[in-house]
């Protein structure tokens, strides 16, 4: 496999220009933004690690694939905590909660 040329990097570039960048989260994030942060994350290393697409996931949920991408774009704004964590059981996602 070898470097794209001119016109496969030019279509990259076009999609990637318009493409709705992952979130990040801010440095006076409350602690329930912070876990629901680490939820986010943990769903994108599902989706790398076992190399599925989102849609695959989204039936793997029962959800819309517009809510799994929602997620791998750390939109965090909408979503709780307990809906990040229901979905993440479905997987049986290796997380913990600590309180302090």
Known sequence: MGFP??????????RLARA????????NASKADQLKYK???K????LMKTKI?????AR??????????????YR???????????LAEKLDLDFQVDVA
């Open 53 to 57: 697409s989102q849609a695959q996931l």
């Open 5 to 14: 040329n001119e016109k496969e990097l030019k279509n990259i570039r076009s």
């Open 20 to 27: 709705e960048p992952s979130r990040t989260l801010p440095e």
């Open 76 to 86: 965090i704004d909408l979503y709780t905590v307990d809906k990040l964590m229901d």
């Open 39 to 41: 939820l986010c994350e």
């Open 43 to 46: 769903f994108v290393r599902y």
């Open 60 to 73: 793997q949920l029962n959800i819309d694939p517009s809510r799994v991408n929602e997620i791998v774009k």
